[in-house]
């Protein structure tokens, strides 16, 4: 009698399934890299979107477990490293928006795309007065909250266009979402 052995998938079946499960982590470090790239100075502009601000709250509404909080805290500690700011900032800032979205996800989790949109602004404007309180207790005194703002602003009103790039992503790259 033919003994069967037990099915093993093939290497490009196991590294197919590695890179879907650091696919939104490394769409987290692509968006850090991003935030570095001098986009505004073709606008004549020194503002740059919150791009890994716009992956984590993707990737934490819509699959959560593939984007855990140590993958955050990375992202984070690697956009802290990269701008020479006060490190631990954005690790800190980002897995405490993590945690407050995860915990307001039911909300939003099979809402259209306007709650879904409204809901980031609200982290945005969350994310940007806890990053201005933090640094004006650093440097002791107020900061001027202007240009945060406006790099707010500006990063709620692209967000719709990274979102439709990380359902892209999603919908070919991870199956069954």
């Keep these: 009698m033919v003994r069967l052995e037990p099915y093993s998938p093939t290497p490009a079946a196991r590294a197919g399934r590695v890179f879907m499960v650091v696919a939104p982590f490394v769409m987290g470090l692509v968006c850090v890299l991003l935030s570095f790239v001098p986009l505004g100075r073709i606008f004549g502009s020194s503002l740059t979107p ?8 993707y990737w934490a509404i819509v699959r959560p477990e593939m984007f855990p909080p140590l993958a955050v805290f990375t992202v984070g500690l690697v956009f802290d490293l990269l701008s020479g700011g006060i490190i631990g900032l ?7 928006i993590y945690a407050v979205v995860i915990s307001q996800r039911p909300l939003v989790v099979n809402a259209p795309f306007a709650v879904f949109w409204f809901g980031f602004l609200v982290v945005a404007v969350f994310t940007g007065a806890i990053s201005w309180a933090v640094v004006s207790i650093y440097y002791g005194r107020p900061v001027p909250p202007s240009s945060l703002m406006q790099h707010m602003v500006l990063t709620v009103a692209i967000f719709p266009i990274f979102a439709m790039i990380f359902g892209r992503v999603q919908a070919r790259v991870l199956p069954g979402s």
């Excluded at 919150?50 to 709250?57: E, G, P, S, W």
């Excluded at 954005?90 to 405490?96: H, I, K, N, Q, T």
């Design 50 to 57: 919150a791009f890994a601000l716009m992956a984590i709250y």
């Design 90 to 96: 954005w690790a800190f800032v980002y897995v405490l």
